[in-house]
């Protein structure tokens, strides 16, 4: 009797398993690419998925929920993200966190309370239920430049942000971010104190972008083969953004502007 009843159990944790595996595959948005959005943050910011992505951005999501302890463990990890790579830091990734719960009124003064720089939306429970199909927390979405996108297969992460930036790494080379050929036809040299940014040029054309931490075109043009002394005197000083693209290969390097 006792074998049956042990059978029966180990039969009824396997089927929990099997259903809780088949919830986590589906929770996501359908199709290819996630899904456009424009939320303002509890700051009163708007952020505008597509125009990110249009900038060459990578957009990492955080859904939460403030009575979460998982979610509050993450807290340090999501943090680090933030200040390294996200808008805290070089800029090179997007970092938002959506509060799922719409019975919590509290995401300020938690904010507050665990000194919480990343951009906290909240109100936009329904697209994250219905369109993301998300009904758990924490979850994450690593979002490419091309609008494609890959959940983190797992819990929280705690202080350690590392498993988010490998999928964010994976996620430019997918979409040529960087190409290293093209690191051997362009480089920047230096930055000289009157403003002047000297780059070298091995191909017969590339189009380039400069862009500031917040995400704004500060200077388009092309170049052909040559060394140049791009004029950049007119720009506040800051760490900035070169991209140039040739063809369907894109390299972006970073520079300091005293």
Not at 96 to 117: I, K, P
Request: a negative charge; hydrophobic letters at 35%.
């Amino acid at each position: 009797m006792q074998d049956k009843l042990r059978n029966m159990k180990n039969t009824l944790l396997v089927l929990f398993a099997l259903v809780f595996a088949a919830q986590t595959a589906f929770a996501q948005p359908t199709g290819t690419t996630f899904p456009d959005f424009t939320y303002d943050d509890i700051e009163g910011n708007t952020h505008h998925l597509q125009s990110y992505l249009n900038q060459g951005k990578t957009v990492v999501i955080d859904v939460f929920t403030t009575w979460c302890s998982v979610c509050n463990g993450s807290i340090p990890g999501i943090e680090e993200l933030y200040s390294t790579l996200g808008q805290g830091g070089d800029g090179s990734l997007v970092l938002l966190s959506f509060e799922r719960d719409a019975s919590t009124t509290n995401e300020a003064s938690w904010v507050a309370s665990n000194n919480v720089e990343v951009p906290v939306i909240t109100g936009a429970e329904d697209l994250i239920l219905d369109i993301w199909n998300v009904t758990y927390q924490p979850r994450y979405f690593i979002i490419c430049p091309d609008g494609s996108f890959e959940q983190a297969p797992l819990g929280g992460i705690y202080s350690n942000p590392q498993p988010l930036i490998d999928i964010t790494e994976e996620c430019e080379m997918a979409t040529g971010l960087n190409h290293d050929s093209l690191k051997d036809t362009f480089s920047i040299n230096s930055m000289t104190a009157d403003g002047f940014l000297n780059v070298n040029v091995d191909l017969s054309r590339l189009d380039y972008q400069i862009i500031n931490l917040t995400g704004s075109i500060s200077k388009t043009g092309t170049l052909t083969e040559g060394r140049y002394q791009l004029d950049l005197s007119n720009l506040k000083s800051g760490m900035y953004f070169m991209t140039v693209v040739h063809q369907n290969e894109r390299l972006t390097l970073r520079f300091i502007k005293s």
